[in-house]
């Protein structure tokens, strides 16, 4: 068939069926390749079994450490437009935050019928503050691809994640959540607006990819950020709640004969349409969990294709599911302790005197940034570098103290590395004007 047509029969189809998310194409194209489905079967046996055994599946009733996963975003643009501001990338965070915390405040619009099952995913994302060669990062890696190059679902399937295809190449996945951040769009049109790797695939592949416009809190009118909190659902190991076996057409087909994995989602026949039509009921044989009820299909889920607005939630059954693979893959085992580091501080720590003896406020800084600091010996030299390194102030801090006018800078990440004889701190601070 000629390349174009396929294209335009592809995308036909795209739109007609309202596509949003390609991880289940990508998955299936993984696939193709025998010892990554003989992993990918692997992680699903494996969680299976975990999640077996009632004893695991009891104890996340309790109340548990929060599990933090560093994140880093791949920006890979081919204009100054796509390369989107550390702003935006931070509220993404703040808004993955709020949804796996089930903070979200329109939890409250759940229905009756739904809101006993929310669940606290118990996870939060911060940006890595030490890269895979053990230095400090702002989290955020920035990379200029050239104009023609291909991200779209048709040709370029993770492209973005390949240097040689003027992508970027992720970091280790059992230290960091790699969520690439680029143009997916061919012919100037959208299809897609994400898609993710289930655990258990290619590390090298591992992540989450969406498009560059859709990233954020406040991206688009009536889109929330929860592309993305769809997609790192995915990632934990989500299947979409209508289990993939609509026709894909409009209007769709409905079965109701597959699965999520999942029992406290009603069984669903098609996805939604970026709305949210409450009087959904798609199929009415639900699986003994609800006990003869016929429940609605469960719109609010992160997990179907409603709008922004409508989502609230993720299950406690989906929760059991994300923590099965949390405990039985070996690269989600390793991502919830990773050293990459959650907290604030990142570089030397040698002198815990002195890093229990930093201030920087207020964050983020608007017109001045104030810095107080204390050794116990000797003089302290503070350093501002931008996020790229450029060291653009360096004093002496005699008195422990220094103010930084920021009202010129420009809006983003910065560090303060703070040096004495006894070692070294370096914390990051962002400028918001
Ligand atoms: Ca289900
Ligand atoms: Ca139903
Ligand atoms: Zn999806």
Same mark, same amino acid.
């Given at each position: 068939?000629?390349?174009?047509?396929?294209?335009?029969?592809?995308?036909?189809?795209?739109?007609?069926?309202?596509?949003?998310?390609?991880?289940?194409?990508?998955?299936?194209?993984?696939?193709?390749d025998?010892?990554?489905?003989?992993?990918?079967?692997?992680?699903?046996?494996?969680?299976?079994?975990?999640l077996?055994?009632?004893?695991?599946?009891?104890?996340?009733?309790?109340?548990?450490?929060?599990?933090?996963?560093?994140?880093?975003?791949?920006?890979?643009?081919?204009?100054?437009?796509?390369?989107?501001?550390?702003?935006?990338?931070?509220?993404?965070?703040?808004?993955?935050?709020?949804?796996?915390?089930?903070?979200?405040?329109?939890?409250?619009?759940?229905?009756?019928?739904?809101?006993?099952?929310?669940?606290?995913?118990?996870?939060?994302?911060?940006?890595?503050?030490?890269?895979?060669?053990?230095?400090?990062?702002?989290?955020i890696?920035?990379?200029?691809?050239?104009?023609?190059?291909?991200?779209?679902?048709?040709?370029?399937?993770?492209?973005?994640?390949?240097?040689?295809?003027?992508?970027d190449?992720?970091?280790?996945?059992?230290?960091?959540?790699?969520?690439?951040?680029?143009?997916?769009?061919?012919?100037?049109?959208?299809?897609?607006?994400?898609?993710?790797?289930?655990? =258990? /695939?290619?590390? $090298?592949? %591992?992540? @989450?990819?969406?498009?560059? #416009? +859709?990233?954020?809190?406040?991206?688009?009118?009536? &889109?929330?950020?929860?592309?993305?909190?769809h997609?790192?659902?995915?990632?934990?190991?989500?299947?979409?709640?209508?289990?993939?076996?609509?026709?894909?057409?409009?209007?769709?087909?409905?079965?109701?004969?597959?699965?999520?994995?999942?029992?406290?989602?009603?069984?669903?026949?098609?996805?939604?349409?970026?709305?949210?039509?409450?009087?959904?009921?798609?199929?009415?044989?639900?699986?003994?969990?609800? =006990? /003869?009820?016929? $429940?609605? %299909?469960? @719109?609010?889920?992160?997990? #179907? +294709?409603?709008?922004?607005?409508?989502?609230?939630? &993720?299950?406690?059954?989906?929760?059991?599911?994300?923590?099965?693979?949390?405990?039985?893959?070996?690269?989600?085992?390793?991502?919830?302790?990773?050293?990459?580091a959650?907290?604030?501080?990142?570089g030397?720590?040698?002198?815990?005197?002195?890093?229990?003896?930093?201030?920087?406020?207020?964050v983020?800084?608007?017109?001045?940034?104030?810095?107080?600091?204390?050794?116990?010996?000797?003089?302290?030299?503070?350093?501002?570098?931008?996020? %790229?390194?450029r060291?653009?102030?360096?004093?002496?801090?005699?008195?422990?103290?220094?103010?930084?006018?920021?009202?010129?800078?420009?809006?983003?990440?910065?560090?303060?590395?703070?040096?004495?004889?006894?070692?070294?701190?370096?914390?990051?601070?962002?400028?918001?004007?």
């Amino acid at each position: 068939m000629n390349k174009f047509l396929f294209a335009f029969l592809f995308l036909s189809g795209f739109a007609f069926s309202q596509e949003q998310c390609a991880t289940m194409p990508a998955y299936y194209k993984h696939l193709n390749d025998a010892s990554v489905k003989q992993t990918y079967a692997i992680a699903e046996t494996k969680a299976r079994q975990w999640l077996s055994n009632p004893v695991n599946k009891a104890s996340l009733q309790n109340k548990n450490a929060i599990i933090k996963i560093p994140v880093v975003f791949h920006v890979v643009y081919k204009n100054a437009t796509q390369n989107i501001h550390d702003s935006l990338l931070l509220s993404q965070i703040n808004v993955l935050n709020e949804c796996f915390r089930k903070q979200n405040a329109n939890y409250s619009n759940t229905r009756p019928v739904f809101d006993t099952l929310g669940a606290d995913i118990e996870i939060e994302f911060c940006l890595a503050s030490t890269d895979p060669d053990g230095n400090p990062t702002t989290g955020i890696v920035r990379k200029s691809a050239p104009s023609n190059a291909q991200f779209d679902p048709l040709f370029g399937f993770d492209n973005m994640k390949k240097p040689s295809k003027g992508g970027d190449t992720a970091w280790a996945n059992t230290s960091y959540l790699n969520i690439w951040v680029g143009d997916m769009s061919i012919f100037s049109i959208t299809a897609v607006l994400g898609y993710a790797t289930f655990p =258990g /695939g290619d590390p $090298a592949l %591992d992540g @989450v990819v969406i498009q560059w #416009d +859709y990233i954020g809190k406040y991206a688009k009118p009536s &889109f929330l950020g929860r592309t993305t909190v769809h997609e790192v659902g995915h990632w934990l190991g989500m299947r979409h709640i209508w289990a993939d076996d609509d026709n894909g057409s409009n209007p769709q087909t409905v079965y109701c004969d597959s699965t999520d994995f999942v029992d406290d989602t009603p069984n669903a026949g098609p996805k939604s349409s970026t709305d949210c039509n409450i009087t959904k009921n798609t199929c009415s044989l639900e699986v003994a969990y609800w =006990g /003869g009820l016929d $429940a609605p %299909d469960m @719109v609010e889920n992160y997990m #179907d +294709y409603s709008s922004d607005a409508c989502m609230t939630m &993720f299950t406690k059954g989906q929760k059991a599911r994300m923590y099965s693979f949390l405990n039985t893959d070996a690269a989600r085992i390793a991502v919830k302790t990773s050293t990459a580091a959650c907290a604030s501080v990142v570089g030397l720590e040698k002198n815990s005197f002195l890093n229990e003896n930093v201030t920087l406020y207020p964050v983020p800084a608007n017109n001045e940034l104030r810095i107080e600091c204390r050794a116990k010996t000797g003089d302290l030299t503070i350093s501002v570098l931008t996020a %790229d390194g450029r060291v653009i102030l360096n004093e002496k801090a005699i008195t422990g103290r220094l103010n930084v006018n920021t009202s010129t800078m420009a809006e983003g990440f910065y560090f303060v590395k703070i040096e004495g004889v006894e070692g070294s701190v370096t914390r990051k601070f962002m400028v918001l004007h």
